[in-house]
């Protein structure tokens, strides 16, 4: 190569380095106006949507994703001071009871199911329903402690109706398994789902969470999406409906895998995103081990 041929090469290699300067700039500017805030709440100030209005905004590509990084580099900072602006609807369970009754379907599958959570819950004893709507309607009653559910099927069809019903009957998850399905050789995937109580035993876990997003413009899926891998959450999948109300307008469903449970992801939710929530927080067992 001469040094002519040299001269592009050179010139990109500047001018990453002073974008990756300006980016740590800017990133410290943010950071501490988010720790600034973070003490004023502190003391009692609400916080005021008129602070957003700093961040980058834009419809290409690189400005999206710089809004993004900045957005949080913000929140990042603000959970170090206030932390409650993640899980802020999270609510802690009571211990599951000796013996808990758990409702499901009889059948090969269900057994296994019914085997894979079982460690989970001392004693469990089965309770045996005759449809899915029963088992959703003996747990919210209380007749049933907890309850199998599947919310996957062996074809990798997810059954996002459920999700209406668990929050109808305030009914949530807190594990899920894969089965292997004798039928078509895949696997299903089940849900433990409960009204009142939280499993006392333990097995290896990953943490999952899902997640329901509002989406009427393709750069806000876009945003989100980028995110996501800006705060360490995998996306395990992605699912949407046509919103009812709107036409080009879907609500997408994605769920995701992350160490911290998605600590990060949600504040941004919280903060940037008001037409997101967290809708369910669970772990999901590792293997297939029946």
């Not at 800017?26 to 008129?50: V, Y």
Request: with cysteine; charged share 20%; hydrophobic share 40%.
């Amino acid at each position: 190569m001469t040094a002519r041929e040299g001269i592009p090469a050179e010139n990109l290699k500047i001018w990453r380095q002073v974008a990756a300067e300006n980016r740590e700039l800017r990133l410290l500017q943010i950071e501490q106006m988010a720790k600034t805030l973070g003490d004023t709440l502190q003391q009692g100030e609400e916080f005021s949507t008129d602070t957003l209005s700093i961040f980058a905004t834009g419809t290409d590509g690189f400005s999206l994703a710089m809004a993004v990084d900045e957005q949080l580099a913000f929140c990042r900072a603000l959970l170090s001071k206030r932390p409650d602006i993640a899980k802020s609807g999270e609510i802690t369970y009571p211990a599951a009871p000796a013996a808990p009754r758990m409702a499901r379907l009889k059948g090969s599958i269900f057994s296994a199911a019914f085997n894979r959570f079982s460690p989970l819950l001392s004693g469990a004893r089965p309770l045996y329903v005759s449809s899915l709507s029963d088992l959703l309607e003996a747990t919210a009653s209380g007749d049933a402690d907890f309850a199998i559910l599947p919310i996957e099927d062996s074809k990798g069809g997810r059954f996002l109706h459920f999700y209406e019903e668990l929050d109808r009957l305030d009914l949530h998850m807190t594990h899920t398994c894969d089965v292997p399905s004798e039928e078509s050789g895949r696997t299903v995937r089940f849900a433990l789902i409960s009204k009142l109580y939280q499993p006392t035993g333990f097995l290896p876990c990953h943490p999952f969470f899902d997640c329901r997003l509002y989406v009427d413009a393709p750069k806000n899926l876009t945003a989100f999406l980028a995110a996501a891998e800006g705060a360490d959450a995998t996306l395990y999948r992605l699912d949407s409906l046509p919103a009812p109300d709107a036409e080009g307008s879907f609500t997408y469903y994605p769920i995701f895998s992350a160490a911290d449970g998605g600590i990060l992801l949600e504040a941004y939710i919280n903060i940037f995103m008001p037409r997101a929530a967290v809708v369910e927080r669970y772990l999901h067992l590792k293997g297939e081990n029946i």
